[in-house]
């Protein structure tokens, strides 16, 4: 996220390449989402911090929606960059890394991931469309990690179930802080979920 | 539903009191929302269904917005009295018939129950408050029945975790129809879901 360059940069209306100026605007945007929801993301405040006109940023994202779309996306992207698993270590671990990276992410970005979930996620299409393939791409983490590229659809359900699963249950540690459930328990709890849950829906169903 | 005179009502231009033709708006809402999504929910296409002026129809709902919540608090209160829990059954068996009652509530709505889930739970604060409000209700039907009104976090994260877990299955199984699962089994993996999940959650946590 840091430029390489070895000269320290200007804080404000400095004359920024087009690429630059956006990519400042989204991580400014990204910066706020985390302590506001992006309903309240205003594109004066954002055009404020950028020591730039209202009008320049519109010259950058023809819209607020165009501006909430890309720091959505690129919220998603951070966080899918977060809990990458890294391929070196055995699945469970993998599992491990991944869940206590997704917990910390959301500890530490609630407002960003509850827009991503929930208010992103609403009625607009493009902002649900990044919602679904963030959710995809963590199920195909673990078809892949379990050796499933096309699994059986209940084993489908039971990955994509725990991703929302693992959302709402972070969701509601983050908002109702419990003294008799930390961390390392939470953490714990989505881990033994995703196992117990992928163990069953592999499992012929005893269908009564 | 349906009204209990046994005179026909005319379809249209008729003088309604103004419960009766709130309740009337709401319902053609209701219908209209069982296949199309809530911001497609267009103010004109429900007044003309009701043959009244699209003026009168603000008379009773000061805002598109506040005609959607009526909509949307309608649609929750209808899915819950669907799924509501038969006192009479033992747990295993009021289990499942609230998740069968779950699953068909859902297949017959499926664009009112995405919305009440992603769309309306969207950035709209008072439509977010519906949903939690459902969300919460079905977790405390569970936790009475398995007689823990103030259950352990853990508890409490599995069972509202499962309620997550159950609406992205059968809104991914609506999506993707299965040749592989049927309804049955759509009800099979919900129910194993929860008692798998509880079971596992009431279990003192084996932390490594």
């Given at each position: 996220m840091v430029s390489a360059d070895s000269e320290p940069r200007p804080p404000a209306r400095t004359r920024l390449d087009p690429e630059a100026r956006r990519t400042q605007l989204v991580e400014l945007g990204l910066e706020m989402l985390s302590t506001r929801p992006l309903n309240q993301l205003a594109i004066e405040d954002i055009a404020a911090a950028a020591g730039i006109s209202r009008g320049l940023l519109f010259h950058y994202f023809p819209s607020k929606r165009d501006f909430h779309e890309a720091v959505v996306r690129a919220a998603a992207a951070d966080m899918l960059a977060r809990t990458a698993p890294d391929p070196g270590l055995p699945f469970i671990e993998q599992l491990r890394a991944g869940v206590e990276a997704f917990v910390d992410y959301v500890s530490e970005n609630p407002a960003a991931y509850v827009s991503l979930v929930r208010g992103a996620a609403g009625s607009d299409p493009a902002l649900q469309a990044i919602f679904d393939q963030t959710r995809t791409e963590i199920c195909h983490?673990?078809?892949?990690?379990?050796?499933?590229?096309?699994?059986?659809?209940?084993?489908r359900l039971a990955v994509r179930g725990w991703v929302a699963f693992s959302e709402e249950a972070v969701i509601d540690?983050?908002?109702?802080p419990a003294s008799d459930l930390d961390r390392t328990d939470l953490i714990d709890l989505?881990?033994?979920a995703l196992v117990t849950l992928v163990a069953m829906a592999a499992a012929p169903p005893t269908s009564g």
């Open positions: 983490r673990v078809f892949e990690r379990i050796g499933a590229e096309k699994p059986p659809t209940r084993v540690w983050i908002s109702e989505l881990d033994a």
